[in-house]
């Protein structure tokens, strides 16, 4: 990476240079002022940069050397399924045919994407057991709102609004009760035992008749499958609760076991994960919900149904909780995922689980002697380790997150789940080489050493990067969220 | 696991090695928490994988069934629009330090993704003349509709109104969060093509929590913000814009105009029109709303060397930070398509986006007048961006299969959502379309009309 400041785009600025290319206007001159209302018509020049095409391609390329993706390197950020992106992916969303068609055209004109819907729902509908699947959502925690929605439309039609409250373990992930909020819930969260999976004397203490859901990822945050699954679907069923999935960490069980299997009612995806998004920076994402038949009637608005050959969008759905997006969801995203899906096959879906599995508890046992492991058992596709005893020594988490990045590598998740101290969350994904797997083993090693013998070079790390550790007390103080001129700043 | 995938890097030896390091025989070791009874066994019933070259030609054929807007002359916008898209665009957003990035958690090793960011929002604060705005949201529709739940959770007041201009399928999605959050949504009708003041004056009261419009409207016309913000600042109300932010090149920002919240879709900023998606949503506020925001923010601080940097900030508005009380579920956001939204808006520039407004107005004037020539009564008589509504006395739906075999993508039956507008048809004239272009539409019109 470049050590040099980057200058902002807008400071690179010379009034008269251009970057765009537009036809000259073959109809008539119009007169703004006489065509728009009297206060209508913009005075001051949005203050949008002035450069030249190749000072934007500098400029970006600059700015895509300060970054690094899975691309630059290993990436084993727990819970975000830092996988391989395909290329094909990428050259398929590009065709014309998908990029530019209009979410509005006549149906008879775009049946080969809508054929490509169509076939996703029913793969994605195989891959987790679920009855019916809608490609709507944008993202994870759309999909949670969404199905939460479709939770709450259903116990309403029972005559039973009485359900206001959504459970969640204490390791969920912040989605699951801010969706259970905007979904007009109050959540109730539910311990983790001993064993790092949910208390289930808890869980028979907390339900009730107001029970109007149990969201679980599972494998959970920690990266244990939930091995009472069964035992608590029952325990929700039998308050008449609703069983919730989330979908976050599929990337484990892929053809090992299927959500609709273990009793759940609705089940989101996160397809930007496990089924190679790509991430795009923080988006777009894609996720996809799946239901049971009995949840079916309240999927959001339209639902995509085959009829004599031909494909359509019906909206005659009464119990539908609406629209959740407009048009049809994330299609340039979920067509990649469908592109990795065909490319992997049935095989190919189990090969990954299994190895994203072995790759976990691999690098799990090779570090658990230099590092705290707070649940000793196998565990899936990410494990989480906790950073006390470096902690003792002076050296907390972040510093040693920080250190990693001297070694060209993204850092776990760390500080979560909340019920780990000092936790790093590592997930390695299946696309990465045993190679690769040991350098971060080492380097973890290595960080190890140094906390025992040279605290200092942890602590005051990173020492590589083009910037050193920023001041995000003063950011959030002081808030500065767009440039401003110099002279602004001295006028103002 | 005898597989054999380009994605898969490990050999048999590698596996061999990793299984005795762990201390079992097999991989189904691994799995044997999961209850025997609802293990999967057998093969998931789904396609078998086909190689690179077989899936990129089944897919290649199933997109040459779809009529795209490269292939036609596409006169459909309403809310999705064919703008002329940079070809550097793609070459930025391809890179792939940027697409197989994720959040940037790690500033250090992230700083040309945050400084992006940093960069969007301040493009989105001089475009709608807001003092803040976000890293982005899903798009225009979940936008406007975060918009309605936050005026009333900010104002504690549990109705907002949303004028009949506005998108019909955000006002849908305003409804069903309105409903998550029980907050009532009353629909202001529209009279001659704009929001109807005197029925927002009839419906606006001391429980509404904010007037959410669009600018320019669904049927293309300029609405008076002006007066709607001032009527709905009058009962303390806030006031909520939708905007296309490609117009704003030429039309009085609505900061300028009393907007308290600004959202829209960037979209018309380089963004390909996928189907519907994923388009940009953004969001942009008053500095006194900062706190109340949705999503994430990117701040400028400094390191310890005191050089100038860019972090994710005010985290403790987000879910992963207060989990149930956040401001919103928001999580993955649109981050590559604000860049490459950046990107076109920094290609455009301060000349080109002006320009490129300039023409959308001009266009659709012609288009309005060439209309009027050829005997169509083109509706509503206010200023319009570039959209307008024809009265084509026929079901749009024939019209519209006339037009696709003479090449065009026809516009937007509008009878599909305001059933006293039936056999009218919205019409979008970018400016992507030619004269030669809008004439030869008229023309077949024209023909079909006859």
Same mark, same amino acid.
């Given at each position: 990476?470049?050590?040099?400041?980057?200058?902002?785009?807008?400071?690179?600025?010379?009034?008269?240079?251009?970057?765009?290319?537009?036809?000259?206007?073959?109809?008539?001159?119009?007169?703004?002022?006489?065509?728009?209302?009297?206060?209508?018509?913009?005075?001051?020049?949005?203050?949008?940069?002035?450069?030249?095409?190749?000072?934007?391609?500098?400029?970006?390329?600059?700015?895509?050397?300060?970054?690094?993706?899975?691309?630059?390197?290993?990436?084993?950020?727990?819970?975000?399924?830092?996988?391989?992106?395909?290329?094909?992916?990428?050259?398929?969303?590009?065709?014309?045919?998908?990029?530019?068609?209009?979410?509005?055209?006549?149906?008879?004109?775009?049946?080969?994407?809508?054929?490509?819907?169509?076939?996703?729902?029913?793969?994605?509908?195989?891959?987790?057991?679920?009855?019916?699947?809608?490609?709507?959502?944008?993202?994870?925690?759309?999909?949670?709102?969404?199905?939460?929605?479709?939770?709450?439309?259903?116990?309403?039609?029972?005559?039973?609004?009485?359900?206001?409250?959504?459970?969640?373990?204490?390791?969920?992930?912040?989605?699951?009760?801010?969706?259970?909020?905007?979904?007009?819930?109050?959540?109730?969260?539910?311990?983790?035992?001993?064993?790092?999976?949910?208390?289930?004397?808890?869980?028979?203490?907390?339900?009730?008749?107001?029970?109007?859901?149990?969201?679980?990822?599972?494998?959970?945050?920690?990266?244990?499958?939930?091995?009472?699954?069964?035992?608590?679907?029952?325990?929700?069923?039998?308050?008449?609760?609703?069983?919730?999935?989330?979908?976050?960490?599929?990337?484990?069980?892929?053809?090992?076991?299927?959500?609709?299997?273990?009793?759940?009612?609705?089940?989101?995806?996160?397809?930007?994960?496990?089924?190679?998004?790509?991430?795009?920076?923080?988006?777009?994402?894609?996720?996809?919900?799946?239901?049971?038949?009995?949840?079916?009637?309240?999927?959001?608005?339209?639902?995509?149904?085959?009829?004599?050959?031909?494909?359509?969008?019906?909206?005659?759905?009464?119990?539908?909780?609406?629209?959740?997006?407009?048009?049809?969801?994330?299609?340039?995203?979920?067509?990649?995922?469908?592109?990795?899906?065909?490319?992997?096959?049935?095989?190919?879906?189990?090969?990954?689980?299994?190895?994203?599995?072995?790759?976990?508890?691999?690098?799990?046992?090779?570090?658990?002697?230099?590092?705290?492991?707070?649940?000793?058992?196998?565990?899936?596709?990410?494990?989480?380790?906790?950073?006390?005893?470096?902690?003792?020594?002076?050296?907390?988490?972040?510093?040693?997150?920080?250190?990693?990045?001297?070694?060209?590598?993204?850092?776990?998740?760390?500080?979560?789940?909340?019920?780990?101290?000092?936790?790093?969350?590592?997930?390695?994904?299946?696309?990465?080489?045993?190679?690769?797997?040991?350098?971060?083993?080492?380097?973890?090693?290595?960080?190890?050493?140094?906390?025992?013998?040279?605290?200092?070079?942890?602590?005051?790390?990173?020492?590589?990067?083009?910037?050193?550790?920023?001041?995000?007390?003063?950011?959030?103080?002081?808030?500065?969220?767009?440039?401003?001129?110099?002279?602004?700043?001295?006028?103002? | 696991?005898?597989?054999?995938?380009?994605?898969?890097?490990?050999?048999?030896?590698?596996?061999?090695?990793?299984?005795?390091?762990?201390?079992?025989?097999?991989?189904?070791?691994?799995?044997?928490?999961?209850?025997?009874?609802?293990?999967?066994?057998?093969?998931?019933?789904?396609?078998?994988?086909?190689?690179?070259?077989?899936?990129?030609?089944?897919?290649?054929?199933?997109?040459?069934?779809?009529?795209?807007?490269?292939?036609?002359?596409?006169?459909?916008?309403?809310?999705?629009?064919?703008?002329?898209?940079?070809?550097?665009?793609?070459?930025?957003?391809?890179?792939?330090?940027?697409?197989?990035?994720?959040?940037?958690?790690?500033?250090?090793?992230?700083?040309?993704?945050?400084?992006?960011?940093?960069?969007?929002?301040?493009?989105?604060?001089?475009?709608? $003349?807001? !003092? %803040?705005?976000?890293?982005?949201?899903?798009?225009? @529709?979940? #936008?406007?509709?975060?918009? =309605?739940?936050?005026?009333?959770?900010?104002?504690?007041?549990?109705?907002?109104?949303?004028?009949?201009?506005?998108?019909?399928?955000?006002?849908?999605?305003?409804?069903?969060?309105?409903?998550?959050?029980?907050?009532?949504?009353?629909?202001?009708?529209?009279?001659?093509?704009?929001?109807?003041?005197?029925?927002?004056?009839?419906?606006?009261?001391?429980?509404?929590?904010?007037?959410?419009?669009?600018?320019?409207?669904?049927?293309?016309?300029?609405?008076?913000?002006?007066?709607?913000?001032?009527?709905?600042?009058?009962?303390?109300?806030?006031?909520?814009?939708?905007?296309?932010?490609?117009?704003?090149?030429?039309?009085?920002?609505?900061?300028?105009? $009393?907007? !308290? %919240?600004?959202?829209?879709?960037?979209?018309?900023? @380089?963004? #390909?029109?996928?189907?519907? =998606?994923?388009?940009?949503?953004?969001?942009?506020?008053?500095?006194?709303?900062?706190?109340?925001?949705?999503?994430?923010?990117?701040?400028?601080?400094?390191?310890?060397?005191?050089?100038?940097?860019?972090?994710?900030?005010?985290?403790?508005?987000?879910?992963?930070?207060?989990?149930?009380?956040?401001?919103?579920?928001?999580?993955?956001?649109?981050?590559?398509?604000?860049?490459?939204?950046?990107?076109?808006?920094?290609?455009?520039?301060?000349?080109?986006?002006?320009?490129?407004?300039?023409?959308?107005?001009?266009?659709?004037?012609?288009?309005?007048?060439?209309?009027?020539?050829?005997?169509?009564?083109?509706?509503?008589?206010?200023?319009?961006?570039?959209?307008?509504?024809?009265?084509?006395?026929?079901?749009?739906?024939?019209?519209? #299969?006339?037009?696709?075999?003479?090449?065009?993508?026809?516009?937007?039956?509008?009878?599909?959502?305001?059933?006293?507008?039936?056999?009218?048809?919205?019409?979008?004239?970018?400016?992507?379309?030619?004269?030669?272009?809008?004439?030869?539409?008229?023309?077949?019109?024209?023909?079909?009309?006859?």
């Amino acid at each position: 990476m470049h050590k040099d400041n980057q200058p902002l785009i807008f400071e690179m600025t010379k009034e008269g240079r251009i970057g765009y290319s537009l036809p000259e206007l073959d109809v008539p001159e119009i007169d703004l002022s006489s065509h728009l209302p009297n206060g209508y018509v913009r005075e001051e020049s949005a203050e949008l940069p002035e450069v030249s095409e190749l000072d934007i391609m500098r400029h970006y390329t600059a700015l895509s050397n300060r970054n690094h993706g899975v691309d630059t390197g290993f990436y084993p950020l727990g819970s975000c399924t830092m996988k391989y992106n395909p290329k094909i992916n990428e050259a398929v969303a590009r065709f014309p045919g998908f990029a530019n068609i209009h979410p509005l055209q006549d149906e008879s004109t775009v049946q080969g994407a809508m054929e490509i819907m169509y076939d996703l729902q029913q793969h994605l509908s195989e891959i987790t057991g679920m009855d019916e699947v809608t490609l709507q959502p944008a993202a994870g925690a759309h999909g949670e709102w969404t199905a939460l929605m479709m939770i709450r439309a259903f116990h309403e039609a029972n005559g039973e609004g009485n359900r206001t409250k959504v459970l969640v373990p204490d390791s969920a992930h912040g989605t699951n009760p801010a969706s259970a909020t905007v979904a007009g819930f109050d959540t109730v969260t539910i311990k983790t035992n001993e064993s790092g999976l949910v208390d289930i004397e808890d869980l028979r203490a907390k339900v009730d008749e107001n029970t109007a859901a149990f969201m679980l990822t599972n494998p959970n945050t920690l990266g244990l499958f939930e091995r009472d699954v069964l035992e608590i679907s029952e325990i929700v069923h039998g308050v008449g609760g609703k069983m919730y999935y989330d979908g976050a960490n599929l990337n484990a069980i892929m053809a090992k076991v299927r959500p609709g299997d273990m009793g759940f009612d609705a089940v989101h995806l996160n397809l930007h994960k496990t089924f190679t998004g790509p991430h795009g920076g923080g988006g777009p994402g894609s996720g996809p919900v799946g239901v049971t038949t009995e949840l079916a009637p309240f999927l959001p608005k339209p639902i995509l149904v085959k009829k004599d050959d031909q494909y359509t969008f019906e909206y005659d759905r009464p119990q539908s909780i609406g629209r959740v997006k407009p048009f049809y969801g994330n299609f340039g995203i979920y067509l990649r995922a469908y592109t990795y899906i065909r490319s992997m096959g049935p095989d190919g879906l189990k090969a990954v689980t299994e190895y994203a599995v072995l790759n976990a508890n691999y690098m799990m046992r090779k570090l658990e002697s230099y590092f705290d492991l707070p649940y000793k058992q196998h565990c899936m596709h990410e494990f989480v380790l906790s950073g006390r005893r470096q902690k003792k020594l002076g050296v907390r988490t972040l510093d040693m997150a920080k250190r990693l990045l001297d070694f060209g590598f993204h850092p776990p998740t760390i500080y979560f789940p909340l019920n780990v101290e000092e936790g790093m969350m590592i997930e390695p994904t299946e696309t990465e080489s045993k190679e690769t797997l040991d350098s971060f083993i080492d380097a973890m090693i290595q960080i190890a050493k140094e906390v025992d013998e040279n605290p200092e070079i942890v602590q005051e790390a990173p020492h590589t990067t083009v910037i050193n550790r920023l001041d995000e007390t003063k950011a959030a103080r002081q808030p500065v969220l767009r440039y401003v001129k110099e002279e602004e700043l001295v006028n103002a | 696991m005898k597989l054999k995938h380009r994605y898969i890097p490990m050999t048999d030896s590698d596996r061999d090695e990793m299984l005795s390091t762990i201390g079992v025989a097999t991989v189904d070791e691994l799995f044997e928490d999961i209850p025997e009874k609802v293990r999967f066994k057998g093969e998931l019933n789904i396609k078998k994988a086909k190689s690179e070259s077989a899936l990129t030609k089944e897919l290649a054929q199933l997109a040459a069934k779809n009529a795209d807007a490269r292939t036609y002359a596409s006169f459909l916008g309403a809310g999705v629009y064919d703008h002329y898209k940079p070809i550097i665009v793609d070459h930025v957003i391809s890179r792939s330090e940027f697409y197989t990035a994720y959040t940037p958690y790690q500033p250090e090793i992230s700083q040309g993704e945050l400084q992006a960011i940093f960069e969007f929002q301040t493009m989105i604060c001089e475009l709608t $003349g807001m !003092d %803040i705005a976000n890293s982005s949201m899903y798009d225009g @529709g979940t #936008a406007l509709a975060e918009a =309605g739940t936050m005026v009333a959770g900010h104002t504690r007041r549990t109705k907002i109104l949303i004028s009949e201009t506005v998108h019909p399928e955000a006002r849908d999605v305003v409804l069903a969060y309105a409903t998550g959050q029980s907050i009532e949504v009353v629909t202001i009708p529209q009279k001659d093509g704009v929001t109807d003041l005197d029925q927002l004056g009839e419906l606006i009261d001391d429980n509404t929590a904010g007037v959410l419009v669009q600018y320019p409207n669904f049927f293309g016309q300029v609405e008076d913000l002006q007066k709607i913000g001032e009527m709905t600042h009058e009962k303390g109300g806030l006031f909520v814009v939708s905007a296309n932010p490609l117009a704003l090149g030429v039309l009085t920002p609505p900061g300028k105009l $009393g907007a !308290d %919240i600004t959202v829209g879709d960037a979209q018309p900023f @380089g963004i #390909a029109e996928q189907f519907g =998606g994923p388009h940009c949503g953004y969001f942009a506020s008053t500095k006194k709303l900062m706190r109340k925001m949705p999503g994430r923010l990117v701040g400028e601080t400094t390191d310890e060397a005191g050089r100038r940097g860019y972090v994710l900030t005010l985290q403790a508005r987000e879910q992963h930070i207060r989990r149930d009380k956040a401001t919103s579920n928001i999580c993955s956001n649109q981050a590559l398509n604000a860049l490459a939204a950046s990107v076109a808006m920094t290609a455009l520039g301060k000349v080109g986006v002006k320009e490129i407004a300039y023409q959308n107005i001009a266009k659709t004037a012609y288009a309005k007048s060439a209309f009027e020539k050829a005997g169509f009564d083109v509706k509503y008589n206010g200023a319009h961006f570039n959209e307008i509504v024809v009265d084509v006395k026929k079901p749009i739906k024939e019209v519209n #299969a006339k037009l696709l075999e003479k090449g065009f993508i026809g516009g937007y039956d509008l009878g599909l959502t305001y059933p006293e507008l039936s056999n009218h048809v919205l019409i979008a004239v970018t400016e992507q379309r030619t004269k030669e272009e809008i004439d030869a539409l008229v023309q077949e019109m024209e023909a079909t009309h006859a």
